[in-house]
């Protein structure tokens, strides 16, 4: 009886998910904001922005960054295209408004599609990678 009673709550509870999960507009998941917690902002980019740290920036940005992201950080990349949510639009007034070490602090994180590059990437890759963010936003946000 128990069993029966368990079984019927699991399937409920299956259905409930399955509704609740799902916005009416798009049949996509609602996903809430992604905020790095307060004391991220105070981790500070121990690279100078200059031609170097931007160089090493782009190389890493290609490799890692670009299938989702796009070349030009626009979100618009072919592997990130079915994903939800979608890659953030890193030239974007929403990601540069944000601290060098809260974009340091979600790289190094992750959250969904977007996992964690600590294990693949040194910290000096990170942080360069952000320098090359940051000229994108420069350069693409100009034209
Ligand atoms: C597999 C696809 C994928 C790859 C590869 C990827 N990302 Fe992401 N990225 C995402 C997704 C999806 C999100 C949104 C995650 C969320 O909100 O839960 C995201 C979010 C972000 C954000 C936060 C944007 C915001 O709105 O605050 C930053 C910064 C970021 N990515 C940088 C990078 C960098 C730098 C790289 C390369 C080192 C990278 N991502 C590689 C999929 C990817």
Not at 65 to 94: F, M, Q, R
Not at 118 to 135: C, D, G, H, M
Request: aromatic share 8%; net charge positive; glycine share 8%.
């Amino acid at each position: 009886m128990n069993r029966i009673i368990k079984n019927i709550s699991a399937i409920s509870l299956a259905a409930f998910l399955n509704v609740a999960g799902r916005s009416p507009a798009c049949g996509q998941q609602k996903v809430s904001e992604w905020k790095a917690p307060a004391g991220a902002d105070t981790i500070k980019n121990p690279l100078p922005f200059n031609e170097e740290s931007i160089k090493k920036g782009k190389t890493t940005f290609t490799q890692f960054c670009v299938p989702c992201h796009g070349d030009k950080g626009k979100g618009d990349g072919i592997a990130g295209a079915a994903l939800n949510p979608k890659p953030g639009i890193l030239i974007s007034a929403k990601v540069q408004s944000q601290k060098d070490g809260a974009l340091f602090w979600k790289i190094s994180t992750g959250r969904n599609a977007m996992v964690s590059f600590a294990p693949s990437l040194t910290k000096e890759q990170r942080w360069a990678v952000i320098n090359y963010i940051r000229f994108l936003a420069k350069t693409e946000n100009k034209k």
